[in-house]
């Protein structure tokens, strides 16, 4: 099976087939800068990495990923005079709190992040075209405010499949300068209380950008006039999405060719918010729990199901992270192998020695939860292959089991052994510390049995066994691994 994906215009399971053989160009909404992210915030950035990592790893892509910052716009101009800040640096300081959110999380960085207030004459060049094509005028009320004229595009309301009649008039700006109500800001023009530095000289006056044109010139610059995949939350299909489509296509642009959208993440059912009361600040949560339970839990579930967060939602993440855990620290000490070491090693393997589940499982709409059964599939196998039936260790299949382990988890960005959680070095350390202390005890138990000191030398060998540690003697001396008990089984 080929990468299929949900395309929400066409409400279908579309086989993917990139614009240009060999190369994927994917723009993603990002944050406006008005506060600290929580964790309904940032799940769009966790899956797209998902996304990005598959159709690097699965497929071969070149991928260029674009992730906007809206770092203007009215909340972030009301939350800076209420803080009493200068707007830029209040979303500066929230722009860098979410990177650092971001980064905690494993996710990679974008290939451009480009911020709306450095792209205004690309904002400013497409109205000009889409006034010069008539889909877009000037608020004949001297507010220096510029509209997209909903009616003159009949395609209108085809992303999200509504008639325009149906459709909430636009809030955006008021309407006294509106031809309809419907009608949106391209430009909003300078307002009396606002800072004069919150605003760009134009043809139609001071202002600054609307919303939505802010995407649509950064995509054009980045990625041309047609790209891929255009991904974002599901709560920005209508308007911010829609509006994003008519204006390019308005303009002559052929825009994205697939439209994804992850779902929420939820409190008691409803969409977590500040306004809720229930956020949950991704800086603040990671202070008691471990980034990789937090990337864990916002991933394992399918992009476009809603996510539930309740008292236990990261419990039960942290178990199904150290089941994990226990497995690659047993499996590294076992095959004797450094945490680069494997991680070259599972880098290496091509999609055709990947599991053919996992395979499947990923190419099916980014089936995430179907990955990880196929993961923990392979950790029960990993777990008996480190035991031979006759007590010994069959290290080679444990360290393929490892390898391909390791080779999905990375691909799920949540490989323990990547330095970004500090697993490598502990467990690499781990295993150097238990090897030199088991290494102290067998010689001790070769000197005892030297001196003919057999009763020293058993009690050396139950003691190593009572702690689960195996030895074999054989002519070259003794060797030794670990063993699992029946009540440890994964």
């Given at each position: ?7 929400t ?5 579309r ?14 909404c ?35 990923l ?7 716009d009215?909340?972030i101009?009301t ?5 009493g ?17 971001l ?16 792209h ?22 001297g507010?220096?405010d ?20 149906d ?7 008021d ?20 800072p ?10 001071r ?64 969409k ?16 008691t ?18 996510i539930?967060?309740g008292?236990?939602?990261?419990a ?16 590294q ?34 089936n995430?939860?179907g ?45 323990p ?13 781990a ?16 000197r ?11 009690a ?18 003794a ?12």
């Amino acid at each position: 099976m080929s990468l299929h994906l949900f395309d929400t215009a066409t409400r279908t399971l579309r086989p993917f087939e990139p614009l240009e053989p060999g190369r994927v160009g994917l723009y993603i909404c990002g944050l406006t800068t008005q506060g600290s992210p929580h964790i309904g915030h940032v799940r769009f950035a966790v899956a797209f990495d998902i996304l990005r990592r598959w159709l690097v790893r699965g497929h071969g892509y070149d991928v260029t990923l674009v992730r906007n910052v809206t770092d203007i716009d009215d909340k972030i101009l009301t939350k800076s005079a209420e803080a009493g800040q200068p707007w830029w640096a209040w979303s500066y300081a929230h722009e860098r709190e979410t990177t650092r959110a971001l980064d905690l999380l494993g996710v990679l960085p974008p290939t451009y992040e480009p911020r709306a207030t450095g792209h205004i004459t690309e904002q400013v060049e497409l109205i000009d075209t889409l006034v010069a094509r008539g889909h877009a005028y000037a608020a004949e009320d001297g507010s220096g405010d510029v509209y997209f004229d909903v009616r003159s595009w009949p395609e209108y309301g085809s992303l999200t499949r509504q008639r325009l009649e149906d459709m909430e008039p636009a809030g955006d700006a008021d309407p006294r300068g509106k031809r309809d109500p419907h009608d949106f800001a391209l430009w909003k023009g300078h307002k009396a209380g606002e800072p004069e530095t919150a605003s760009w000289p134009t043809p139609y006056g001071r202002g600054r950008p609307g919303w939505h044109l802010e995407c649509s010139a950064m995509a054009r610059k980045y990625l041309g006039d047609a790209f891929d995949i255009h991904g974002g939350g599901v709560d920005l299909r209508f308007p911010h999405h829609e509006n994003e489509q008519a204006q390019s296509r308005a303009a002559g642009l052929d825009f994205a060719n697939y439209w994804l959208h992850n779902a929420w993440v939820t409190v008691r059912g409803a969409k977590m918010g500040k306004s809720l009361g229930n956020a949950l600040a991704v800086t603040e949560l990671t202070k008691t729990v471990r980034p990789l339970v937090l990337r864990h839990y916002l991933g394992a579930a399918h992009y476009r199901s809603t996510i539930e967060y309740g008292d236990d939602s990261l419990a039960e993440a942290l178990a199904a992270v150290e089941r994990i855990e226990g497995y690659v620290a047993r499996a590294q000490e076992v095959v004797g192998a450094s945490s680069d070491e494997l991680r070259a090693e599972a880098a290496g393997l091509t999609v055709a020695e990947l599991p053919a589940d996992l395979v499947a499982a990923l190419d099916d709409d980014l089936n995430v939860p179907g990955a990880l059964a196929v993961v923990f599939g392979l950790v029960r196998d990993g777990n008996k292959a480190l035991e031979a039936q006759d007590g010994g260790t069959d290290r080679a299949g444990a360290r393929h089991t490892l390898v391909q382990v390791l080779a999905a988890l990375d691909v799920l960005g949540i490989d323990p052994l990547d330095p970004r959680w500090g697993g490598a070095a502990e467990n690499d350390t781990a295993a150097q510390v238990l090897g030199a202390l088991v290494q102290d005890r067998l010689d001790a138990r070769a000197r005892a049995r030297a001196d003919k000191d057999f009763s020293t030398a058993d009690a050396i060998r139950d003691q190593l066994t009572t702690l689960g540690v195996v030895i074999e003697d054989t002519p070259a001396g003794a060797r030794w691994a670990l063993r699992r008990g029946p009540d440890q089984e994964v």
